[in-house]
């Protein structure tokens, strides 16, 4: 059986939260924005009409309307069929709030986190309704990546998983459901795989950064926008890929710790475009062409997927 949602609470109005707010409330729901001060809230709300405005939503001004904002808890989560929780990725920050939740929400209301590598079994602890918790990792940014990852603990329901793989449905997303948690679930895993050999190249005196990314944004990159790993695999032939394997994986990175350079960054305070220094140097100038050169190229990408390019 699934369940019917008309109200969901987003709890954190951040880089996701915001996002993922703006696309439950352009579906047609009824949405509830949280964060602790209301500088944050307006400074969402500022954003998500900018986004819109970018989407070219002509009914922005209903959107907006279907969101309210609120910096208590109790008032912006005591109605909610669903509540997505989008705060800082901090285990112990992440259990406190579904402990409070779980005192605060019907009985009905199902509790997802946005958490992009935190198991659900380990925030289900908290609650006293493990059946009705579970992860929907979304992608940034949310309105304009498709994917939502479904990771359901030993104790989800199959109710609760039905339900939310329905709404992200209705609402247009592409949701997967992972048949057992894993630390990352499967877009991150691959992501770090792929991160920790790109280190090793630059570590090991290879390429530099600037040429990695040429050669990713030049070639699988442009690929992986088409097709999956497995459709390539398949596109080129097992017997290519034994071949490869047999020349390339034995000199594969295969370490289980921390880059050094990612290390070294942090200890710097080097830490991207936030600190306007990571691997390359940021003036906000050059970080906002980044972001509207990948919104440009995700909007392109969904605009041929959905036959209007």
Known sequence: MVQEIRRVAVIGAGLMGHGIAQEMATAGLKVALHDVSQERLDAARANIGRNLGTL??????????????????????????????????????????????????????????????????????????????????YFNPPYLVPLVEIVRGPETSDETVATVHALMLRIGKTPVVLRKEVPGFIANRIQAALSRECLSLVERGIATPEEVDAVVRGSIGRRLAAAGPFEIFDAAGADVWQSIGKQVLPDIDASREVSPLVNGLVERGELGIKSGKGFYEWTPQRAQELRERMARALREIRGWEEGKL
């Open 56 to 137: 070219g939503v002509r009914d922005a001004a209903a959107v907006l309307a279907r969101t309210r904002t609120g910096t208590m808890l109790r008032e912006v989560a005591e109605d909610a069929d669903l509540v997505i929780e989008a705060i800082s990725e901090d285990l112990e920050a992440k259990r406190k709030l579904f402990a409070e939740l779980d005192g605060i929400c019907p009985p009905r209301t199902i509790f997802a986190s946005n958490s992009s590598s935190l198991m659900p079994s380990r925030m289900a602890a908290a609650v006293k309704r493990p059946d009705r918790l579970l992860v929907a990792h």
